[in-house]
């Protein structure tokens, strides 16, 4: 397997290296951008062949290696936990410290998907001018949420 | 013992216990490898470049973090919240008011119940609005800072003092 860029991790690099709690750094990690780049980009088996290349395979030798393995392991936190919970159950890396704590937290949260919101663009000229003395309520309203 | 992780370095654990004898889970890495040191080198490099008011006094050390500068005297590194709390309860540790916070105590920084960091205060009042704290960023350096200008959210904090 080939490596990701070296550079693909560098702010994931300085979240780690200021990180005094496994949950900073979940929390950190899952808030940075390149992380969630490397989550759109990946499959979900391809998030766990680089958890494995990074921590068992010869990624090891790299200076990235655990920032690159803790940061694949978050970007599965976006995926939905029926397609990695039992590898990640599985999961065994000692050179990964804070695995068992990141383990409970992703299993915990399951936070899998993401949620947006389309809200549309408020402009002048769709903005529907009306007398409030002529609005009543027609039918029923029904919020709609986009996810995806 | 230490133990090997790879050739990138090693950890081992010192005895750490409170007033109580209870044991404090820790952690020492030690042995970095040389392209790691660089690594950190250049990484503190970038903080130094980010927070540029602060004033930096160790660009970085694997063997201690903010928890092991503010309560074992630089020996090591604390990450368990959980003993974090049972250090205060038996080292005697008591909350202060934000308005009756002295230099030596202790401020933590708290998001949804963990304490993801901690440091020592080292001035308050006067020109400083909020009080200016001593403390160690992760691996990494080990820096004077305004208490919101770092790393860390200072939203939740809440600051104590050793009273007995």
Known sequence: ?148 | MPISLGTRYSTRKISLVTREENAIDNEQQLNLSNSLLTDLQGKAKKCREQYKTCTFLVDYSPAYNCHGLAFACRRTAIHDSKDLRTILEDDCYEKVQDNDVKPGDIVLYISTGDIEHSGIVVGTGGAYIVPLIRSKWGIGPEAIHHANVCPYDFTYHEFYRVVK
């Open chain 1, 1 to 148: 397997m080939k490596p990701l860029p070296k550079s693909t991790f560098d702010g994931a690099a300085q979240i780690h290296m200021v990180s005094n709690t496994p949950m900073y750094l979940y929390k950190h990690l899952r808030q940075n951008a390149d992380v969630s780049k490397v989550a759109d980009q990946l499959t979900t088996a391809e998030l766990l062949k680089s958890i494995s290349f990074y921590t068992t395979g010869k990624g090891t030798k790299l200076d990235e290696a655990v920032v690159a393995a803790y940061a694949c392991l978050v970007a599965l936190s976006f995926k939905p936990l029926s397609e990695f919970e039992d590898d990640l159950k599985a999961l065994d890396a000692s050179c990964l410290r804070w695995l068992p704590e990141l383990r409970e937290i992703i299993l915990s949260q399951n936070l899998s998907s993401r949620i947006e919101f389309n809200t549309p663009i408020i402009q002048e000229s769709n903005i529907q001018r009306v007398n409030p003395a002529d609005q009543k309520v027609k039918g029923k309203l029904t919020p709609t949420i986009w996810t995806g």
